[in-house]
């Protein structure tokens, strides 16, 4: 079996759930530089400013490279296509002050139009969770020196993939004293698109994605990251290309990622695994497994008291509908696939990559 186009049911996946209570993600995430008093009424309390953007309009030049239109945008930065002075296309990735996919403002209909001002609810933007030891994860604001420490070391990764399964990196310009990292502009469409356009989706592509994986870690680095649908592009020529990885910062008890695709916040090569894994039950189900993200114990320190109770609920956590429970077209083999992926350590990329190979292969 040269190929395998996943069922179709799988096509009609939803974006993943808004923030429930109990999530990690409350009306109001924890706020450092970007907060200030608000006194104008008398009364004291804290409001989230809106974070100093860089002014970048169409037209603007950056160095030898000229703004053509705007990309999109994520929780951290905002992409931008350019041309340089030969005409040849660029994309232009800048940080943005802000505070996470809980602070942006959305767009109220999903749209193939992006602004810099908001982003669509299609969209899923990562989050910057602090890990509390005692009382769990909680989402963190991101000041302008912690997203350019971010682009400093995305850069560094990007120039050792030498565009194997990345983009290749250009090189780095500075605006205000800011990275402007420049990238090929990669022609093709996401993974989230392709599943909104009922394009189809072949099971080939998450196999290359789990190789692009490999090579990263390859490289030295524990993980991408922040896999998801938004951050795979499908090329025309079908070659699979992941998109923002997130180099990890200097404090261990703060991890960027998308809780969705990530539940457990790992900072290390499982969270890659549980990222494919998840995606792998989205496109055969149109759902996610999980209600609520992340895991209520992510990032908890466990003392020998709480192990009991903790291992209750992760296995509660783990009782999620199997893919085939949801699709019945879906081949029983996935449900082994996912369940061993999320739940087994021993389980990783080399091991998810070949069980796919093999069904492949029947």
């Known amino acids: 079996m040269a190929d395998m186009n996943l069922p179709r049911a799988a096509l009609h996946s939803t974006s993943p759930r808004p923030s429930s209570p109990g999530t990690a993600c409350p009306d109001r995430p924890t706020l450092r530089s970007s907060c200030a008093r608000e006194t104008a009424d008398g009364s004291q309390g804290l409001r989230l400013l809106q974070p100093p953007m860089l002014q ?113 990196l250009v090189g780095v310009e500075r605006v205000a004293g800011r990275p402007v990292l420049v990238m090929e502009a990669i022609e093709g469409s996401t993974l989230r698109q392709r599943i909104r356009s009922l394009e189809g989706v072949k099971l080939t592509w998450m196999v290359e994605l789990a190789y692009v994986l490999e090579r990263i870690q390859a490289l030295g680095w524990p993980c991408h990251g922040d896999v998801k649908p938004e951050n795979v592009i499908i090329g025309k020529d079908g070659k699979v290309t992941l998109l923002d990885p997130v180099p990890l910062l200097h404090r261990p008890d703060l991890v960027v990622t998308t809780p969705w695709y990530n539940p457990f916040l790992r900072r290390d090569a499982q969270a890659d695994v549980h990222a494919v894994a998840i995606m792998l039950y989205e496109l055969l189900t149109g759902a996610l497994p999980f209600e609520q993200v992340p895991f209520r114990y992510a990032g908890c320190a466990q003392s020998a008291a709480e192990a009991e109770e903790q291992d209750l609920l992760l296995s509660l956590y783990l009782s999620f509908p199997k893919p085939r429970e949801l699709n019945s077209r879906c081949p029983v083999e996935f449900d082994r696939v996912v369940y061993r992926a999320l739940a087994d350590e021993s389980y990783g990329l080399s091991e998810l990559r070949l069980d796919l190979e093999d069904f492949l292969l029947k």
């Open 56 to 168: 970048i309009l169409t037209g603007q030049t950056i160095g030898r490279f000229e703004i053509t239109g705007f990309l999109g945008r994520g929780a951290f930065a905002q992409v931008f296509e350019a041309v340089d002075d030969q005409g040849n296309r660029v994309a232009l990735k800048m940080g943005d002050d802000s505070g996470g996919g809980c602070t942006l403002r959305r767009f109220r209909e999903i749209t193939a139009e992006r602004r810099p001002s908001g982003i669509s609810p299609d969209e899923t933007p990562a989050e910057a969770m602090f890990l509390d030891p005692v009382d769990g994860a909680r989402a963190e604001v991101l000041d302008a020196s912690e997203v350019d420490d971010q682009l400093w070391r995305e850069a560094k990764l990007l120039e050792q993939a030498d565009g194997k399964g990345l983009p290749k």
